[in-house]
């Protein structure tokens, strides 16, 4: 299949959108940024690579770390993680305090704030004061490139504004389902969404996980093929808070987005997928984003459906 | 790949679980069947098929005809189905009046209760009399098989005992999003819930979704192939009531239940899949039934994911 | 106390508020009632009564109805009614079916439309097909007036456009909460609602709950004194739906209202009051009605707090 | 009437329940208090005070003080208030994030905590960091008694475990509904809900409440008569949590009650009251306490209904 080609057509496409959507507002770091951006990239399992746009600019992963928070949690505890976090879609919207009180505290799945607040928590347990450390160590692994940080201001200003996230650790904590300081875990979990990177990078980063849990181009077996199947079927079922029906509907592909502009894809056996644009649908998805991929899938015919 | 071997395999590795799960109770219809039941079939694009157990059995599909009627719902009316019924996961139990109540009548996809009885009632609106006949014929024709017909003492004491249906279907009548007389759209609907099948015919029956919404055998195009996308991503994504991210984890294909103990699956490009079992887990799926799907493409490692 | 002087006072300063409220549209035989109407009653123990605007205009008592059913199986049932529906105030619009999923099909108190219902259905147990001659029976003896019947056409209105209230039967039905027949609860609920009394037969009929159960002028002792106090403080807590509060608030007597337009209070040891006003607030209480009751608590000091 | 032998009378009759009830455990301070406790205090007009059991036993007055702190509000804002704090029953345990969710961040009233946080967040705008000292010179003024204080352990103890206040303040804060620092709202409240008062002091200083809102003995007018009758309706309607109704129910008179173990009601025009025992029934009101109030008014025919 001629992949820069399709990539050249999706971009043309996606023009007339570019006045559609909003940036997310309540990041303040986040507020100014270029809203008429768009990049897109694809990798396969050879190393080949294709793009379009601006691939390497680098952008807030926000909630795209979840994924990545998630699966290390997942090969350290296994099953066990199922006790503090469940695997259900959660039919809210994505900061719903109403179903962690009917269900004590057991948020639905790791991929709503609740549930990646308890996967930080579980992290800390084994990590302790090295947690981030550790994730970001695991990102760079994943990407094999050691130049990944954290933006400093981005997470600070996620720190002073995340009042609903609070609610949250504070919620969960008295139901006990969060062991360590809240603010502890709060600060952890803003490092993580502010990582930087570029669609180049992420789609990197993704390979594992439509090649099994295993890096097609190092060899390295970061989880087991189990592991990686439910992890994406994760991100179908949940991955776009409320959107995730939609999502699966018309792109047909497990992937999970960011509140910063990026969604990430992959199609099992084949290639994993990064798109970036700032501007937001009503449900705090990338709107060309999401588009791009409908496209990708619709001119490709491969959607898993 | 030796499928008969593999469905031997399966048969023998669910008989510890006999003894688990509870037959469907609320279907005084239903209450009275042998328990210890078992039957898988596979169906295969060049009409070649594999089976195990009684797989002639027929049994009640209930909510595995919520399959066939969003089909042919999704063919008269296209997108603007999606008015009167959304395409989200409920994250909620299968009868729950709640969200139903939040979001003013219009459910959260046609795989619920209430999303059938809309489905139903727009059916109504356009075969008027003869909606039935309409459905059971297209059922038939899906099948290629004249003989399906429903059960009138499992309709009839649907009938007599859908409390929570009536209640759903006033509910929403009183949102304005039912345009029918509400014992008509009952009736018209615990007759489709009534259909009687085996799973060979089941799998049979399923076969144009697994290719892109046309029989590969009789080469009839059912929907579009954009329509069929779209049915197996709700599958995957709504078709286990609360348990639907559960079973898209474990089995990893679109599938959809019923409480008479049915499930069916495809696999796209592939093949169509059907079991039987009568036992039901607690979230009201065929519990043998999940198992023997979870075995499956765990031996053949052809989850979707 | 001069109250035809405190009635004048206030008949003048309702005036400005006539072109405020609306008439409730959701019962078609009640839309075409005149809009601008008012009139008020006090009746004293002593048989003394004072009344200002149309106080013989009958008018459909609708929620009125509650307070009457309620006393009824008070009466009857003792606090075994409590197993049936609760006594607390429901914090949500009246027609909710949300709180009743959450509390498996038990009314939070028999002033909102699901409770009263569950009070019909008892009623019907002890009186079989009888029972609304019966309650209409009771209303007569406490008004002392052979001559109140209810209105055949709105209740024939009702039964037709109700379907909130038959998806409230059918879910508590579900929860074994409504024993008898589902029309047949409907059809006697919809006829105490459409009873047609004025302003002066409502104040003549609440007389004996002011005087802790027993009429002041025939002597007859309807119910004990501990169950007249029951019944006033729930009119209190609950009986102007999600604006109890509200009414307690300003007002400050036990008080109950109807989407008729009309309200009943009473100021214990001293007098019942009744108004009637056919335009709504958007509590669904007659704004006029509810303004002039203020007026009137403000005017004598006679709240209870 | 003979008001010490009632108080004897209730002392004895109580008795049999001290082995019912629950002393309240989510409080570490509070967790080790002697459970079988019993005091009651009744204040007339005329200075007269009739007393039973440990009546000068201090104890954390906990929500007792939400009834302090919102008439000191309701004093400085007037109506403005209700931008920021409704006047409904809520219908809800009384810790419930829910409603607050449904309702953006606007309490349901002033004696949930929701509320009571609020309340005290308006207090610090006007107060700053004097807030804590105003509210206990008020709280000292009505009592006439400048020996009133805080219990430091038991605020300390509840700042460092009240999660669910965090929870509810950080939301609020997300909808904008709280202006001040959350720590320091936290810790106002704290304090406030840590004052130590005995029977015979809160009996005392409700008195201005059951006299229109002027102390009958210094003649000072705190608030005006038509405050006063707001705040006793709202004592009423919203006074005990989840069993409001039932207090109205089975004691008719307008209180509040604290998971300390006390009780404060008055009778309009007549007295106020205050009870204490510290074991909690299901609702988290005194179990003794309510059955001593309800005894009171059955005996003495004084419920205001």
Do not use: W
Not at 53 to 72: A, M
């Amino acid at each position: 299949m001629n992949y820069d080609l399709i990539l050249k057509e999706i971009h043309k496409e996606i023009q007339p959108l570019y006045n559609e959507g909003k940036v997310a507002s309540y990041i303040p770091a986040l507020k100014n940024i270029n809203p008429k951006q768009f990049a897109m990239s694809i990798q396969l399992f050879d190393g080949t690579s294709f793009h379009i746009g601006n691939y390497n600019q680098q952008f807030s992963i926000q909630s795209i770390s979840k994924v990545f928070t998630f699966t290390l949690a997942l090969h350290l505890y296994g099953k066990d993680l199922y006790k503090n976090v469940g695997h259900e879609p959660s039919g809210d919207p994505f900061n719903s305090l109403v179903q962690l009180e009917y269900e004590n505290g057991i948020p639905r799945n790791p991929f709503i704030n609740a549930g990646a607040l308890v996967t930080t928590d579980l992290l800390i347990n084994k990590y302790k004061d090295e947690t981030f450390e550790k994730v970001l160590a695991f990102i760079q692994e994943i990407s094999n490139n050691k130049d990944i940080v954290y933006d400093k201001e981005v997470a600070s200003s996620e720190e002073q504004t995340g009042y609903m996230n609070f609610a949250l650790l504070n919620m969960m904590k008295s139901y006990k389902n969060i062991s360590n300081d809240i603010k502890e875990v709060a600060q952890t979990y803003f490092k993580h969404c502010s990582i930087s990177m570029s669609t180049n990078e992420l789609s990197r980063a993704m390979l594992f996980l439509a090649n099994h849990g295993t890096d097609p181009l190092s060899k390295k077996e970061f989880i087991t093929q189990s592991q990686a199947k439910r992890i994406n079927s994760l991100m179908l079922t949940c991955g776009h808070y409320d959107a995730s029906g939609d999502f699966a509907f018309k792109v047909g592909l497990p992937g999970k987005s960011g509140v910063g502009g990026g969604i990430v894809a992959i199609i099992p056996n084949l290639m994993a997928i990064s798109v970036y644009s700032p501007q937001l649908n009503k449900n705090g998805n990338s709107l060309i984003g999401t588009k791009a991929l409908e496209l990708f899938t619709t001119k490709t015919g491969l959607s898993i459906f």
